[in-house]
């Protein structure tokens, strides 16, 4: 998703910076079919070289890279004035678009990363864990705002430090309840975490669905956001699952240089085109998206899920209506390949039941 979007970007004319911040398996180089790289953020935090050193041009159009390094133990816990020293050099970065690639997990780090803007994308899949996560994920982002926003002295920073003693009140309270209490509170600082929660807008991308139906479970994790966390999501599109992605990756190049007329190709084009078209907010900004825009984006991306869906099923229809492949040889075809991965699955089971017996034995000895 990150390194699509980001030639997509670049290919619109936008100066574009690509940077792998996934630092316990950096391998976003990989995706984009670039060198492993000898200098990355693991070496600049360590003292070798400066910041300008480490963003490198790559082959594609207005787009440059900062690689990570997955090698260099110790990463993943960084230190606060490493996570101070990112931060800085990030903001002082000159481009259009300065996309971010964050691993999972709601590392300070990552949450601090998020939030630069009020409009980070979050990419989630229709699988019950993943919204669940997507939602964490966004519950944990918006206490961190909040947490962020107060100053250390404040009676509101008192008053969230002795909540966050009581893991019970914390599960109870949800942030518009929060809130509340915190105008009672600190009614100068609750006025500025206000004006954040306000701005703060996420964007979601729904990725490897199989059917339009997936599509709605876009629409949960809205209804939690607002009703748990009091915040909106504004949807961007959904990805379908494709074979195809897999066959780019192995030739070390991202899907929109592979195929771009595919289905999954122009699925990013049109979120490119969308961010393209949106005004770019910041905290601090005094704005506030219209409800209708939201509302808006899951209509279309609604739509968008029943279209593409259709040109594929198109493509299959015409193949079948051409002669090139029959019903009976979809069929057969299908049935070899279920029978292929029944054998593998076996295959699995007998080499896990033997790995065990010879661990078993091993420990006798």
């Known amino acids: 998703m990150s390194a699509n979007l980001a030639i997509a970007l670049g290919q619109a004319g936008k100066r574009v910076v690509l940077a792998d911040l996934d630092l316990g398996a950096s391998n976003l180089h990989l995706v984009l079919g670039q060198p492993s790289p000898k200098h990355g953020l693991g070496t600049w935090l360590l003292g070798n070289g400066n910041f300008a050193d480490i963003i490198q041009p790559t082959e594609y159009e207005n787009l440059s890279f900062i690689a990570g390094d997955s090698e260099i133990p110790g ?55 993943a919204t669940l996560n997507a939602y964490l994920f966004l519950k944990n ?28 009140a914390m599960q109870k309270l949800y942030i518009p309840q929060m809130m509340q209490e915190l105008v009672k509170v600190d009614p100068k600082n609750s006025e500025a975490v206000m004006r954040n929660l306000k701005i703060f807008r996420p964007r979601l991308v729904m990725n490897m669905i199989d059917d339009p139906k997936d599509a709605d479970k876009a629409l949960r994790i809205r209804r939690s956001c607002k009703e748990y966390l009091g915040i909106d999501l504004e949807h961007m599109g959904v990805l379908y699952r494709d074979s195809l992605e897999d066959k780019a990756l192995a030739s070390r190049l991202p899907i929109v240089i592979y195929k771009p007329q595919n289905i999954l190709s122009q699925a990013i084009y049109r979120i490119a085109e969308k961010i393209l078209s949106s005004e770019t907010l910041r905290f601090g ?12 984006s899951f209509d279309v991306a609604t739509e968008e899920a029943e279209e593409d869906y259709e040109a594929k099923m198109a493509g299959l229809r015409d193949l079948l209506g051409s002669g090139a492949l029959t019903e009976g040889e979809l069929v057969e075809t299908i049935k070899t390949l279920s029978y292929e991965l029944t054998q593998v699955r076996k295959e699995n089971t007998l080499l896990k039941s033997k790995l065990v017996k010879a661990a078993a034995q091993g420990f006798k000895l």
Not at 76 to 94: C, E, G, H, M
Not at 102 to 114: C, E, P, S
Not at 285 to 292: K, M, Q, R, V
Request: hydrophobic fraction near 40%.
């Open 75 to 129: 990463l993943t816990a960084l230190k606060a004035p490493q996570r101070s020293k990112i931060i800085k050099n990030f903001k002082n970065i000159d481009c259009d678009y300065l996309i971010i690639d964050l691993g999972a997990g709601t590392h300070q780090i990552i949450l601090d990363l998020f939030l630069l803007s009020p409009q980070g994308i979050v990419v989630s899949a229709p699988a019950v864990t």
């Open 141 to 168: 982002a918006v206490f961190r705002l909040m947490n962020s926003t107060f100053k250390t002295s404040s009676e509101a920073a008192k008053w969230f430090r002795e909540l966050k003693k009581s893991s019970s």
């Open 285 to 296: 900004d005094e704005f506030e998206p219209p409800a209708d825009n939201v509302n808006n």
